[in-house]
């Protein structure tokens, strides 16, 4: 007969094969086709999308972009996007706010990050970071050495999609996460994270978790624009550039109106001066410029067909082939600036040489 304590020892080795087995039966979703990686099957919460993968700088750093809607789950109630608490041994991070506000907890301070702020978290530091009310929010988030390198990152947020949320990952998995991406959770006293991790580790191991996933790894790259947000690819790029999304769109704008008015040049210029910044009215001056020049080579090249009809030097057919050579040189200057066909206005009378002239 079996004393108490062999009964005990079948129990646990029962259990933990047990447990092993159904953790081997995972089916690990498949997110390599995948630009973004999103915490749950609605993609209504939190998105991680690698930017700037370790290896390709030589370990020297990596780059994720995280974007988290207003309701999004968090891993602390009522702190959209919120991670574990947690502090990098080797690692300097560096957060630049690139949408709406983010709330930085700060060894327990909270501070305020508005877009366009950049902050950097010190190796050590306690730290987690959620989404403040009012709209959702965009960061860029840089941790410099490279290594550990972002798998870590990679492998949370694609467990938040195998379990539709950041709350129901096994306690074990968070584990040997962090230990393997050298991170302490700062919710687990200090003086217990050693020993946790010295014997929890290897446990998680044997039943079959893994800090790393093949399937997990996501395609690296710019993020793509979210569906039914304020701001995305041109948001990221806005954030890489200075620019912003409306200095871009402002641009385009003024090209429109260049395209269509009749009198639309120097007004987009001065309208981009007013409303949409200096940058914009320089790129709305540089249209003028060559647009002027593309009518006067016209004038030109007209005038010169028109002279040469009326001397017989070479009739209707040197006429011809003067204007092919004026439309070969518009068609060169209108790689970069649209054709304008402007009309005369009400009663005015045709200036000579004018695209409009009889």
Not at 10 to 27: D, N, S
Not at 94 to 105: F, I, K, M, P, R
Not at 349 to 353: L, M, N
């Given at each position: 007969m079996l004393k108490p304590k062999q009964l005990l020892l079948?129990?646990?080795?029962?259990?933990?094969?047990?447990?092993?087995?159904?953790?081997?039966?995972?089916?690990r979703i498949d997110l390599r086709d995948q630009q973004g990686i999103w915490d749950n099957k609605a993609r209504s919460g939190s998105r991680l999308t690698v930017v700037t993968r370790s290896a390709p700088t030589g370990g020297d750093f990596f780059k994720v972009h995280v974007y988290t809607r207003e309701q999004a789950q968090g891993y602390y109630p009522g702190k959209p996007g919120s991670v574990p608490?947690?502090?990098?041994?080797?690692?300097?991070?560096?957060?630049?706010?690139?949408?709406?506000?983010?709330?930085?907890?700060?060894?327990?301070?909270?501070?305020?990050?508005?877009a366009g702020s950049?902050?950097?978290?010190?190796?050590?530091?306690?730290h987690t970071i959620w989404a403040a009310p009012g709209g959702p929010l965009a960061y860029v988030s840089t941790l410099?050495?490279?290594?550990?390198?972002?798998?870590?990152?990679?492998?949370y947020a694609g467990l938040c999609a195998q379990y539709d949320g950041c709350t129901k990952i096994n306690p074990l998995q968070l584990l040997l996460l962090f230990a393997e991406g050298r991170?302490?959770?700062?919710?687990?006293?200090?003086?217990?994270?050693?020993?946790c991790e010295a014997l929890l580790s290897p446990l998680a191991r044997f039943l079959g978790f893994r800090s790393r996933y093949p399937t997990y790894r996501s395609k690296a790259g710019e993020p793509l624009p979210v569906e039914g947000a304020e701001a995305g690819?041109?948001?990221?790029?806005?954030?890489?550039?200075?620019?912003g999304a409306r200095e871009g769109a402002g641009v385009g704008q003024c090209l429109q109106q260049a395209e269509s008015q009749?009198?639309?040049l120097a007004e987009a210029a001065a309208g981009a001066a007013g409303t949409a910044g200096a940058g914009e009215a320089a790129a709305a001056g540089q249209v003028v410029d060559t647009e002027h020049k593309r009518r006067e080579v016209l004038r030109e090249v007209e005038t010169e067909a028109v002279v040469g009809a009326t001397d017989g030097a070479g009739g209707v057919e040197g006429e011809a082939e003067v204007k092919g050579e004026a439309k070969g040189e518009a068609e060169v200057i209108e790689v970069d600036v649209p054709m304008y066909d402007p009309q005369p206005a009400e009663g005015a009378?045709?200036?000579?040489?004018d695209e409009y002239a009889e």
């Open positions: 079948a129990a646990v080795a029962i259990a933990l094969g047990t447990a092993r087995l159904l953790v081997q039966k995972i089916e608490r947690h502090s990098h041994e080797s690692q300097v991070e560096e957060l630049h706010v690139t949408l709406g506000s983010a709330v930085l907890d700060l060894n327990g301070t909270p501070l305020t990050l508005p950049r902050h950097t978290i010190p190796r050590g530091t306690p410099t050495p490279g290594m550990p390198d972002e798998r870590i990152w990679e492998t991170m302490v959770p700062t919710d687990v006293p200090e003086a217990l994270w050693g020993p690819a041109g948001e990221w790029a806005g954030a890489e550039t200075g620019a009749p009198e639309p009378e045709p200036e000579p040489g």
